[in-house]
């Protein structure tokens, strides 16, 4: 979950947001949504996919430094999920070339039935997702993670068309429960005391979608006296993911995770579809819901 969610509509730029509804168009790789010049759809082929993971390792290691000590020589972020993995793209129809030389940012979905397939979600590593699922037989469970956007797309277009694709991936497959990490800068949970704090105090998950993380890597988000939390600040310095992802109503799981890796603190964030904020439901709901006819 490296992406915020959606912004309020952009009204300054005068593109209105398109979305198909055709269940042959989920399956093809036509547009699930469109701003402007970008689309985005799911990834149709290997070479897409290759992609994607050549996106995602210009931004996860040559950006922001994840994976020091290790080269890919082919230059692609990948490992043993990708195969399984729906892979969400967006792509700028301006710029030259075939389809898969136009990726400006991607999504990676990892739905439940397949993550059995593949022997586990990627997070529970981290943290007990598998306890969390086994509590609700009745959800269908969609894990978001590996997303990310080139520097020159991170605008509130890329981040809203993104968006369009998962809210109608959700509704094709009858999602119920989203979740993911997201993650704060570096390897110090204390650099993020104040942020951290804030959420382990406020946005807790209920009983109901608790979710800890795993006890050999649990490390307490509450790192200062509640009461020294400026609750101000403390949403100022949290990452845009964390930020969006609260506003369309999730709540973070117990503890953090130091993440070596990708040189991230991860937390872990779990968003019921039905507890989506009313605004965003109304934004994207009526087009893409006829993905689930």
Known sequence: M??????????????????????????????????????????????????????????????????KGRLALDRRDADRFDPVCDHL??????????????IVGTYRLLRQEMAAAAGGFYSQDEFDLPGLVARHPDQRFLELGRSCVL???????????????????CNHHRIGVMTGCASFPGTDPAAHAEA??????????????????????YCSMELMPIEEVNARSALASMPPLVKGYLRLGARIGDGCVIDHDFCTVDVFVVLPVH????????????????FAA
Not at 34 to 44: N, P, Y
Not at 46 to 62: I, S, T
Not at 89 to 102: E, F, I, K, M
Not at 199 to 210: F, I, K, M
Request: charged share 30%; proline share 7%; aromatic share 8%.
């Open 2 to 67: 490296h992406a915020a969610p959606p912004p309020a509509r952009d009204r300054m730029n005068g593109d209105t947001p398109v979305m198909h509804d055709s269940l042959r168009e989920m399956k093809d790789g036509a547009p699930l949504g469109r701003i402007g010049s970008l689309a985005v759809r799911l990834a149709r082929n290997e070479a897409e996919v290759a992609a994607a993971q050549e996106v995602r390792y210009r931004v996860f290691y040559d950006e922001l430094g994840a994976g």
């Open 89 to 102: 793209l967006v792509l700028d129809d301006r710029l030259p070339g075939p389809d898969h030389r136009r």
């Open 151 to 169: 520097p020159d797309y991170r605008s509130k277009r890329t981040i809203e068309v993104l968006w369009q694709g998962i809210w109608a991936y």
């Open 196 to 217: 951290l704090t804030y959420l382990a105090h406020h946005c807790r998950t209920g009983p109901e979608w608790d979710i800890r993380a795993v006890p050999e890597r």
């Open 275 to 290: 507890q989506i904020a009313d605004r965003y439901i109304n934004y994207y709901g009526a087009d893409a819901r006829r």
